[in-house]
């Protein structure tokens, strides 16, 4: 399937953006401590929804939103109101300017959207202009038969992949003040840290400015919505939205109801992910880790767990997954290497101490304590880098990285 192909989880994203973000830390054991007392109580409390590689029973709709397949799954279907009527979607705020959230914002700009992004960091929205504007230029480089899937449609829509590019960038403004972002608008994606206070006040913050018929949606990566959906202030008319990193090639819009979704607002998202060019993945049913997180992070941990052990190194674990699966670009180390090994150690810090009884949870503990170690020392990966140009350090060193040599599948283990 594709995503063996260019595994790049968006999810994990949310977690490596502590610092310049609403109410987030910005010392790294200030942000621990948050991580573990936030975020490991919430999951002892919903540690029977459903898990990382321990997904139960659901009636997943792939990428259309239908009626749940059984009446016992009624209950946590959301429902349908008049309130879910007609819809119009004009203007997005994208709250948090990091990673994926700088990501989103361009997507849904170059799509036709006017888009705020609202952030409490001057810096970060210096850095998130920045990265539009590399954005622009790859969509230009990119024009024609290699463009990215999310962006085929836009530049159809334009004479030219610079009339795209230079539309999008037209669309976008940067505020720190959430009054100015919320003025008008009609749906917002949150993409703040992943700890409920910092979503808290988020959203107390953005329900004193939204106006009554905005749509929230939450990109959050571990937390469910049914978890913080009472601090919105119009629970029917929040879900998650929730993008995969690179979302122009791992274009996913995974959107996910709790039980007090406004059944309307469910269809309006789903149709609103297309809208911007991504394929929706309709969920009926919360779970942790969605779908593409729900298999990405096992496979994440067995992979680090053969490296964490000794029993191989991280060269010769991808060589074996590429070799085994002809065509692949990368193995699961070079792909958390793009996740950020900052990100991978926060994840499995977080499951390992929820299944810590488990072989699974150990093995997650002992391969965050492994990448702590690695990102003390400045290994953290590439992240959003250009791994044929960019300086980084990882499970592999940049650039160019051993498993993109030629001859890599052919290498001897050293």
């Known amino acids: 399937p594709f995503w063996l192909k260019r595994l790049e989880c968006g999810a994990c994203s949310c977690l490596s953006r502590g610092g310049q973000h609403l ?36 009636a997943w709709t792939g990428c259309v939103g239908r009626p749940l397949a059984s009446t016992s799954e009624a209950s946590a279907a959301p429902q349908d109101s008049e309130r879910g009527g007609a819809m119009p ?20 700009a170059v799509s036709g959207f006017d888009v705020a992004v609202l952030d409490v960091a001057e810096d970060a929205l210096r850095a998130c202009r920045e990265a539009h ?30 009339a795209a590019a230079g539309a999008a960038l037209a ?10 972002a919320c003025r008008g608008c009609d749906l917002i994606s949150e993409s703040v840290p992943e700890v409920q ?17 905005a749509i929230f949606t939450t990109n959050s990566s571990t937390l469910l919505p049914s978890d913080f959906a009472h601090l919105t202030g119009r629970p029917e008319r929040f879900l998650a939205l929730h993008f995969a990193n690179d979302i122009w090639n791992m274009n996913i819009g995974e959107v996910m109801p709790h039980p007090g979704t406004d059944r309307a607002v469910y269809r309006r998202v789903l149709e609103f992910a297309r809208e911007i060019h991504m394929v929706p993945v309709g969920i009926e049913k919360e779970t942790n880790g969605y779908v ?31 070799i085994c699966n ?43 304590a492994w990448l702590d170690a690695k990102v003390r020392s400045g290994h953290v990966g590439i992240k959003t880098g250009d791994p044929l140009v960019d300086s980084a350090q990882g499970h592999y060193s940049y650039p160019n990285p051993a498993f993109m040599r030629d001859d890599f599948l052919e290498m001897c283990m050293q």
């Open 23 to 58: 109410a987030a830390p910005t010392d790294m054991q200030a942000a621990s401590r948050l991580r573990i007392s936030g975020l490991h109580g919430w999951l002892a409390r919903t540690s029977n929804r459903g898990l990382p590689g321990r997904v139960g029973p659901s």
């Open 326 to 368: 002809p065509g692949v670009k990368r193995g699961p180390l070079a792909v958390m290497d793009l996740v950020g090994l900052e990100t991978a150690r926060n994840v499995m810090a977080h499951w390992g101490e929820v299944l810590k009884e488990e072989t699974a949870g150990k093995q997650m503990l002992a391969n965050a």
């Open 133 to 162: 504007g590399r954005f622009a230029r790859q969509l230009v480089a990119r024009s024609g038969a290699s463009q990215a899937r999310a962006w085929r449609g836009p530049e159809a829509m334009h004479p030219s992949a610079e």
């Open 197 to 213: 206070a910092v979503k808290g006040a988020t959203y107390a913050r953005l329900r004193a400015h939204a106006p009554e018929r």
């Open 292 to 322: 593409i997180n729900s298999m990405l992070v096992p496979w994440l941990n067995s992979a680090q767990w053969l490296v964490t052990s000794g029993v191989a190194t991280a060269e010769t674990v991808d060589r074996t997954w590429m």
């Open 89 to 108: 979607i004009r203007k997005v705020v994208v709250v948090g300017a990091g990673t994926l959230g700088s990501q989103v914002a361009f997507q849904t």
């Open 171 to 180: 669309r976008l403004s940067y505020t720190t003040d959430a009054g100015e």
